[in-house]
Every structure is written in structure tokens, then in C-alpha cells.
């Protein structure tokens, strides 16, 4: 859906002993919502600011959909297959 290696992310340590890897939010731009990850390459927790500038300047994204129902649908089908370990290694 993206452009961004969903097999290679890094792996953020929460307060409450879980881990982000796609932790994400949407925006809307050009009459699209842009799905991006607020989990930074470096591995910390971007503020969305920061996650919406890193789009402006890398062009990564997760998905950019027509609203904010499927890029929700879409957020959630990813956390879904990372909780499964669809994308614990490559296959």
C-alpha cells in the first residue's frame, strides 16, 4: 500500500512494556488522508508534527487513501498482522 518496508521497522519500547513498530496516524492533504508512522527510523515515538514533516520531506508513507475511514481500516488491518507476527521475518 505504501512505500515504506513494513518487514524492517524499528521497535519502540513503550511505558507499559509493549512495543510500537507501525504506531501511526493519518492526515488529510490534496483531498487525500496520508497514512504515516509515528515510530521514527531512529526508533523513538514522533509527535504527529514531526511524523507529518518527516512525509514532507521523505515522501514515506504508509498508505494515502480517499478518506479517513479506510486509512483507519488500514492502520488497524496493520497493527492486526503485526500482533499476528505477519512481519516478524521476511518471507
Known amino acids: 500500500m505504501g512505500n ?6 524499528p521497535h519502540v519500547k513503550n511505558s507499559d512494556g509493549s512495543v510500537s513498530t507501525v504506531r501511526s496516524m493519518s492526515f488529510e ?3 487525500k488522508e496520508i497514512l504515516v ?3 521514527s ?3 523513538r515515538i514522533m509527535s504527529n508534527k514531526e511524523a507529518i514533516d518527516r512525509f514532507h520531506r521523505t515522501g514515506k508513507h504508509l498508505g494515502i487513501f480517499n478518506d479517513v475511514a479506510s486509512a483507519n481500516a488500514y492502520a488497524k488491518k496493520l497493527h492486526d498482522e ?3 507476527g505477519k512481519y516478524d521475518a521476511k518471507r
Open 82 to 84: 503485526y500482533a499476528a
Open 29 to 31: 492533504e490534496g483531498g
Open 37 to 39: 508512522p509515528t515510530v
Open 41 to 43: 527510523e531512529d526508533g
Open 4 to 9: 515504506i518496508d513494513l518487514y524492517n521497522r
